[in-house]
C-alpha cells in the first residue's frame, strides 16, 4: 500500500445490516511487514513497525499474536498476507456470517446449527477472522464463543424481558439520538458492528441497516444538539463508530465540537477488543484532534486482551485518550471473581480503567446470559481491598424502563454502637468510626 492508493470498501451490498460501501482516499498508512525470523521459529505473523511509530515497536520484545489467531490462519486463510490480516477492511469484508462457513470453522452444537438456521428477524451474525481465530473449535461453552455464536436461547421470551428495556425509543427526539439524562445524550453512528454480541442491549436497532450514518440524519441531530444548551456530553456510538471511515467520523465529531456547549465528546467501541486492526495511527491522528475525547471499551473476557488488543489500546492511550472498560456480567462467560479478576488485571496492563460492570440487560431472550444480582456483588466483594482500587469497577443496574445508571455494591456497615458507626473490612474483621449521632 503506497501513500497514493484510493482504498474502496467493498462490502457485500446483499445484507440488510452493512454499511454502505465507502470511499477512502488519500494518506494511507504505510506498513513495514518484517518477515518472520529465520531461526527455525514456526511464527506465521510477521512483526509490525509502522512509519508513524519509529522505534518504539522495534525496541519492544512481545509477541504480535497468539498461538490460537496463528493456528486458525494456517487452516483457513493460509494464503492471506500479513498486509491483508492486519488491515481492517479485509477483516470486515471476511466476516464469518454463514452457518456454512460457521459449519466449516467449528463444530456445531446441536442448537447453535438450529439458531443459526432460523435466524428470522434475530440480531445477524458476524464475527471478524480475528475475533474467529479466539473462539473455540470444539467447545461450545467456551466463553467467547458463547458470546458471538447463537444459540435457540435467544428465542425463548422469560418473563421482564423486552427489546427495548432501558426505554431508549421514548427518549428519543430525533431518529438515532437519545436524550435520556438533562446533560447529555447518546448518537448512533449508524448500526453497523464488525463483529455482534448475542447480549447486545440495543439488538433491536444494530445490525438491520436502518441507522445509517447519511448526512441528512445527523445533520438533523446536530441540529437538536445545538439548539439544546444544557446537552455538555455527547456519547457517540451505535453499532460501532469506529467502524466508519476516518472521513465519516472526522465529520461527525468536527460538528459535535463546533457546538460551543458541548464540553465532552465521548466514543462506546468494542474495535479494539474484536478488530483491533482498525487502531491505526491514522484513526489515532483523526481521533485526537478533538480532546477531550473519552473512549468507553466493552470487554468482557481476559481471552480478549491478546498482543493485538495491547498493541490498539497502546495506540489510543499514546494519543491522550483516557480508557474505560465497560463490562457486561454474563453467565458462563465472565462470572466468578477469578476470571474477573484476570480481566481487570489485563485491562489495567493495557492502560484500560475498568469502569462498568453492568448487571445484563432484560433484553428478550437473554436469560441465560443473565446471572443474580447477588452474583454480581459477590464478585465485588472478592475485588474490593482483594486487588488495586483502580481495578475495581462500579457494579451498576441500568434500571429499567430508562431510570438511568444504580450503582449497587455489598454492605460494609455492619451496624452502630453509640457514638461509632461498626463497618467490616474485605477480610470481614469488623471496625469502630467515631460518627456522633446529632
Ligand atoms: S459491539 Fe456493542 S453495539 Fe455492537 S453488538 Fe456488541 S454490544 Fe451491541
Redesign the pocket.
Known amino acids: 500500500m503506497t501513500t497514493t492508493e484510493c482504498v474502496e470498501a467493498t462490502f457485500s451490498s446483499s445484507s440488510d445490516e452493512e454499511p454502505p460501501p465507502q470511499r477512502r482516499c488519500g494518506p494511507q498508512l504505510l506498513l513495514l511487514i518484517t518477515p518472520p525470523r529465520s531461526n527455525g521459529s514456526k511464527r506465521l505473523a510477521g512483526r509490525i513497525t509502522t512509519l508513524d511509530d519509529p522505534g518504539r515497536s522495534g525496541t519492544v520484545r512481545r509477541p504480535t499474536t497468539t498461538p490460537a489467531t496463528r493456528a486458525f490462519r494456517k487452516a483457513f486463510f493460509p494464503q492471506v498476507a500479513d498486509r491483508e490480516w492486519n488491515d481492517w477492511r479485509w477483516q470486515i469484508r471476511h466476516r464469518v456470517r454463514t452457518l456454512e462457513q460457521l459449519e466449516q470453522m467449528l463444530v456445531l452444537a446441536p442448537d447453535e446449527r438450529e439458531a443459526l438456521a432460523e435466524r428470522g428477524q434475530m440480531?445477524p451474525v458476524g464475527i471478524t477472522p480475528y475475533y474467529m481465530s479466539l473462539v473455540s473449535r470444539h467447545d461450545p461453552q467456551q466463553p467467547l464463543r458463547r458470546t458471538v455464536i447463537p444459540t435457540s436461547a435467544e428465542f425463548d421470551r422469560a418473563p421482564g424481558e423486552a427489546d427495548d428495556p432501558l426505554g431508549e425509543d421514548g427518549h428519543s427526539p430525533v431518529p438515532g439520538l437519545v436524550h435520556r439524562y438533562p446533560d447529555r445524550v447518546l448518537l448512533l453512528a449508524h448500526d453497523f458492528?464488525s463483529?455482534?454480541?448475542r447480549?447486545?442491549?440495543?439488538?433491536r436497532v444494530?445490525?438491520h441497516g436502518e441507522i445509517v450514518s447519511s448526512e441528512q440524519r445527523l445533520q438533523m441531530a446536530f441540529d437538536y444538539i445545538r439548539r439544546t444548551p444544557t446537552v455538555r456530553d455527547v456519547l457517540v456510538?451505535?453499532?460501532?463508530p469506529l467502524t466508519l471511515a476516518e472521513d465519516r467520523l472526522d465529520w461527525i465529531l468536527s460538528n459535535l465540537r463546533a457546538i460551543p456547549h458541548v464540553e465532552f465528546l465521548r466514543i462506546?467501541?468494542?474495535v479494539p477488543a474484536?478488530l483491533p486492526q482498525r487502531i491505526t495511527p491514522q484513526l489515532c491522528r483523526t481521533l485526537r484532534k478533538y480532546h477531550p475525547l473519552w473512549i468507553s471499551l466493552?470487554f468482557t473476557h481476559p481471552d480478549e486482551c491478546t498482543p493485538e488488543t495491547h498493541t490498539a489500546c497502546t495506540r489510543l492511550a499514546d494519543a491522550g485518550i483516557p480508557l474505560g472498560s465497560q463490562t457486561v456480567l454474563l453467565k458462563g462467560v465472565n462470572d466468578n471473581v477469578e476470571t474477573m479478576k484476570q480481566l481487570i488485571h489485563k485491562l489495567l496492563m493495557m492502560r484500560v480503567r475498568p469502569y462498568y460492570l453492568y448487571q445484563c440487560d432484560p433484553i428478550s431472550g437473554s436469560s441465560h446470559f443473565r446471572t443474580s444480582v447477588s452474583k454480581g456483588l459477590e464478585i465485588i466483594e472478592g475485588l474490593r481491598g482483594h486487588t488495586t482500587g483502580y481495578a475495581v469497577p462500579t457494579y451498576v443496574i441500568d434500571a429499567p424502563g430508562g431510570g438511568g445508571k444504580i450503582p449497587l455494591q455489598p454492605n460494609y456497615v455492619v451496624g452502630r454502637d453509640a457514638d461509632d458507626l461498626l463497618i467490616r473490612n474485605y477480610e470481614g474483621h469488623t471496625y469502630r468510626y467515631p460518627d456522633p449521632v446529632t
Not at 199 to 203: G, K, L
Open positions: 440480531l458492528c463483529t455482534y454480541c447480549y447486545c442491549t440495543r439488538s444494530v445490525g456510538s451505535g453499532g460501532d462506546g467501541s468494542k474484536v466493552h
